[in-house]
C-alpha cells in the first residue's frame, strides 16, 4: 500500500533522479565521442581508435554517407600498393596514439548539425597544446548523428580529413 511517506520519498527520490529525457541518447554527438575516446583510452592509451575507419562497415557506422563517399573515391584514387590518403590515425591526432584521458566540449549544437572539439591529454604530453585537440562536425543522417568532419592541426599546421581527401583527389 502507499503511504503518504513512500509517496513524498519517491517524489523526492524523482526530483533528485535526472529524468531520461535530460539523459544523453546513445545517438548524441557527446556520447558517440565519449564512446570512441573511452575505447582509445583503455590500456596505456596507445590502441589508438583506427577502428572508427578501418573498413567500409566501420566507416558507415560513424561517418556521413558524404564523407564514405569521398574517402571511397580518394582509396580508389591511390595507386596501387601506395598508402592512402590518410595515413595517420585522425581520432588520436597520431601516428602513435596516446590517450590517457580526454574532454569533450560541445561548441555548437543545432537540430541538424554540431561541433565538438576534444582535449586530448597523453601519458607523454609531448605535444603542442593546439594539437591536443580534434575537433568533429556532425550532421544529422536519418535520425543518427554522424561525424561529417574530422579536423586537428600538427605541429601547428591546420589539417581536416574532408579537405585531405578533396585534396588526394586533384593530384
Do not use: C
Not at 517524489?11 to 541518447?25: D, G, I, N, R, V
Not at 598508402?83 to 566540449?105: H, L, M, W, Y
Amino acid at each position: 500500500m502507499l503511504t503518504r511517506r513512500s509517496l513524498v520519498a519517491a517524489s523526492l527520490f524523482a526530483a533528485a533522479t535526472p529524468t531520461f529525457a535530460q539523459a544523453p541518447t546513445a545517438n548524441d554527438p557527446v556520447t558517440i565521442l565519449t564512446v570512441i575516446y573511452t575505447r582509445a583510452a583503455k590500456g596505456k592509451g596507445d590502441g589508438g581508435a583506427a577502428f572508427v575507419i578501418e573498413n567500409k562497415a566501420a566507416k558507415a557506422k560513424y561517418l556521413s554517407k558524404a564523407l564514405v563517399a569521398l574517402w571511397a573515391k580518394a582509396d580508389a584514387h591511390t595507386p596501387k600498393g601506395d598508402v592512402g590518403p590518410i595515413d595517420f590515425d585522425p581520432v588520436t591526432n597520431s601516428q602513435e596514439p596516446d590517450v590517457k584521458a580526454f574532454k569533450v566540449d560541445a561548441e555548437k549544437i543545432e537540430a541538424d548539425k554540431a561541433t565538438l572539439a576534444v582535449t586530448i591529454t597523453g601519458h607523454r604530453n609531448d605535444r603542442k597544446p593546439a594539437d591536443r585537440i580534434v575537433r568533429y562536425d556532425f550532421v544529422r543522417e536519418t535520425g543518427s548523428w554522424k561525424i561529417d568532419d574530422i579536423k586537428g592541426s600538427s605541429d601547428g599546421e591546420a589539417w581536416s580529413i574532408r579537405k585531405m581527401l578533396t585534396d588526394a583527389l586533384k593530384s
